[in-house]
């Protein structure tokens, strides 16, 4: 089929467009501790976590070869969230408490005893869960980010001269690694060109098509035919 205007319809129509307020944390924990529905609905930016592969460059007669190597998951020591600031700074209080437990230098008290750090490497009890929506607000995909832990979490500056802004804070966040998995299906394969449920429905509007051309093809033999 070729790439025309008919082409990008019958695309869009089948795949519609992520827009840019089709994301939600749906869930954000760290060294146990969770912030509830309440509070993820102050979050006003989020981005999808990114992945790279280190390039490794050989030099021969003169030319450049690039070989990748190792990949990492990108911004892992990096991802950030835009809060709206409460006004009794719960949520800015909240990443400094979770800051301090694995960054502290005195004991922290616990069920087992005093120790400097909870989780000087984060555990499976720290993570984020960001879902991609529809224009149904049901979620096609999620991202899951394993062992979060909390980089940097900024101060807030105020104008006695302002004019009524909402205040916002942006935290930076670290994790391992991430996942992303299908809603329906779980993990997502590597998928070619035509794999899954786009392919099928490409391979149906080309079998469509192709019958068409087939109708067409049909109709101008039988004018030729006639001679009409």
């Not at 990108?74 to 408490?97: A, C, H, I």
């Not at 909870?118 to 979620?139: C, E, K, M, Q, R």
């Not at 994790?175 to 099928?200: E, H, K, M, R």
């Not at 109709?219 to 009409?228: L, V």
Request: hydrophobic share 35%; glycine share 10%.
């Amino acid at each position: 089929m070729a790439q025309d205007l008919n082409t990008f319809y019958t695309t869009a129509t089948q795949r519609g467009f992520s827009r840019d307020y089709q994301a939600r944390v749906s869930s954000l924990c760290i060294n146990g501790q969770s912030l509830t529905e309440q509070d993820l609905v102050y979050i006003k930016n989020v981005s999808i976590p990114n992945k790279k592969a280190a390039i490794t460059t050989v030099r021969y007669f003169g030319a450049d070869f690039h070989s990748t190597g190792t990949r990492d998951f990108g911004d892992s020591k990096n991802w950030t969230l835009t809060f709206y600031t409460d006004q009794v700074m719960y949520l800015k209080r909240w990443f400094e408490e979770r800051l301090n437990e694995i960054a502290s230098n005195v004991s922290i008290g616990n069920t087992t005893g005093d120790r400097l750090n909870v989780n000087p490497v984060p555990g499976t009890d720290s993570y984020a869960v960001l879902d991609i929506v529809d224009d149904n607000l049901s979620t096609v995909i999620y991202y899951k980010l394993n062992g979060l832990f909390v980089v940097d979490v900024p101060g807030v500056s105020y104008d006695m001269a302002g004019a009524g802004k909402a205040q916002e804070f942006k935290v930076t966040l670290g994790y391992q690694y991430w996942d992303v998995t299908d809603n329906a299906s779980g993990i997502i394969p590597y998928q070619q060109n035509g794999g899954g449920l786009l392919g099928t429905l490409n391979a149906i509007t080309g079998t469509i098509n192709a019958v068409g051309n087939l109708a067409k093809s049909t109709r101008s033999a039988i004018k030729s035919i006639r001679g009409k």
